[in-house]
């Protein structure tokens, strides 16, 4: 089974970038759909971003205009791009493959997640 490797993940400002990596170990060219989430510690984990082998996304409305997601099939790698970071984007950040559809449920491939913190 694929691994995925979540990196980018670290302290950084209100207002501040991030670039999120998530390294898979082989091929995502076969997975329709991937895409992140996130968590906080007593809340469940949410979608931020997803994106399909044709380019089509869906995002979270919290993080529309603020994150791009994108995927580099041939480097095997699917990226999320966040500016603008607030303080309600602090959680651990996590790639996932397997969807079946962009507005489906998460597939069954994660990857370890990496913390985002946002200080005020």
């Known amino acids: 089974q694929v691994q995925l490797v979540e990196s980018g993940g670290g302290l950084v400002q209100f207002g501040g970038s991030l670039r999120l990596s998530c390294a898979a170990s082989?091929?995502?060219?076969?997975?329709?759909?991937m895409g992140w989430y996130r968590q906080v510690p007593g809340k469940q984990r949410e979608l931020v971003a997803r994106v399909t082998t044709g380019g089509m996304t869906n995002y979270a409305d919290s993080v529309k205009g603020r994150f791009t997601i994108s995927r580099d099939n041939a480097e095997n790698t699917v990226y999320l791009q966040m500016n603008s970071l607030k303080s309600e984007d602090t959680a651990v950040y996590y790639c996932?493959?397997?969807?079946?559809?962009?507005?489906?449920?998460?597939?069954?491939?994660w990857g370890q997640g990496t913390q985002v913190t946002v200080s005020s």
């Open positions: 996932n493959a397997g969807g079946l559809r962009l507005l489906g449920p998460p597939g069954d491939v």
């Open positions: 082989g091929r995502i060219s076969r997975f329709y759909a």
